[in-house]
C-alpha cells in the first residue's frame, strides 16, 4: 500500500544535539511539507518542497533544516538552534502543490529533548 | 496565521448528526475548502474538499456557502470512532486549533 512512513515513532534526544527526522513516501507525490505540532495546538508549517532539490520556508523555520534530494525522501533537521524542539512532527505530502488534490500525512515523531 | 475560524468544540450524541461549521471570509476564488480530522497522536486523515459546490463522500458531506465566506462539515450519523479534533483549511495549508468534537454514548 502507498503511504508516508515517519520513523521513528518516538525519538529521544539531548539537549545540544542535532537531530534528524526521516519521511518517506512512495505515493510517487511532488510536494512535501513538515509541521510541528505544540500540545492543544493546530499545526504550524516548517518547510514544504514542491520540487526535487528545491524548497522553501514555512511560518516556523528558523533551527530547522531540510533537504529533498529524491523525490521520496524529505528529512527534517531540528539544529540545536531550535529553542524549544520537543513536539509532535508530522510530515505531509500531495500530488502537487496546486491544491485541489488532497494531502496525506504521515504517522508523526514525537521528539523530546531532554 | 490560518485563514479559517472555527468553534473550539463541539459535543455531539450518537447516531446523530453533527454540523460543524467554518469561517473563511477572506478565502480567494481558487481555494479549495478542505476538511482533516486527527485522533490522538496520530496524523490528519482527509476527509472532504470542495470548491463551489456540495460534496458528499462515504466519510461526510461538505456544504459550501453560495459567498463561499463559510462551509459545514456534516457527519450524517456520529459514532464514537468520530470524536476527533476537525481542521477546516484553505490553500494555504494553514492549520488553526480546529474543533474538537466529542461524541457521547
Known amino acids: 500500500d502507498g503511504g508516508i512512513t515517519q520513523s521513528p515513532k518516538y525519538l529521544f534526544r539531548k539537549e545540544g544535539q542535532n537531530v534528524t527526522l526521516s519521511c518517506e513516501q512512495n505515493?510517487?507525490?511532488?510536494?512535501m511539507y513538515w509541521y510541528r505540532q505544540d500540545p492543544g495546538q493546530g499545526l504550524r508549517l516548517i518547510y514544504y518542497s514542491q520540487i526535487v532539490n528545491d524548497f522553501q520556508k514555512g511560518d516556523i523555520a528558523e533551527g530547522y533544516s531540510v533537504s529533498r534530494e529524491k523525490k521520496e525522501s524529505f528529512p527534517l533537521t531540528v539544529t540545536s538552534a531550535q529553542k524549544n524542539p520537543t513536539a509532535f512532527y508530522l510530515c505531509?505530502?500531495?500530488?502537487?502543490?496546486?491544491?485541489?488534490?488532497?494531502?496525506?500525512f504521515g504517522s508523526g515523531t514525537r521528539l523530546t529533548v531532554v | 496565521d490560518a485563514k479559517t475560524t472555527q468553534p473550539n468544540s463541539m459535543e455531539s450524541n450518537e447516531e446523530e448528526p453533527v454540523h460543524l461549521p467554518c469561517n473563511h471570509s477572506t478565502i480567494s476564488g481558487t481555494d479549495y475548502i478542505h476538511w482533516y480530522r486527527q485522533l490522538p497522536s496520530q496524523g490528519p486523515e482527509y476527509v472532504i474538499h470542495g470548491l463551489t459546490s456540495n460534496v458528499n463522500n462515504r466519510m461526510a458531506s461538505l456544504a459550501i456557502a453560495e459567498d463561499r465566506k463559510s462551509s459545514t462539515l456534516i457527519l450524517h450519523r456520529a459514532t464514537l470512532r468520530d470524536a476527533a479534533v476537525y481542521y477546516c483549511i484553505l490553500n494555504d495549508m494553514r492549520f488553526g486549533a480546529g474543533t474538537r468534537l466529542t461524541v457521547k454514548p
Open positions: 505531509a505530502s500531495s500530488i502537487a502543490s496546486t491544491d485541489m488534490y488532497g494531502y496525506t
Open positions: 505515493l510517487n507525490h511532488d510536494a
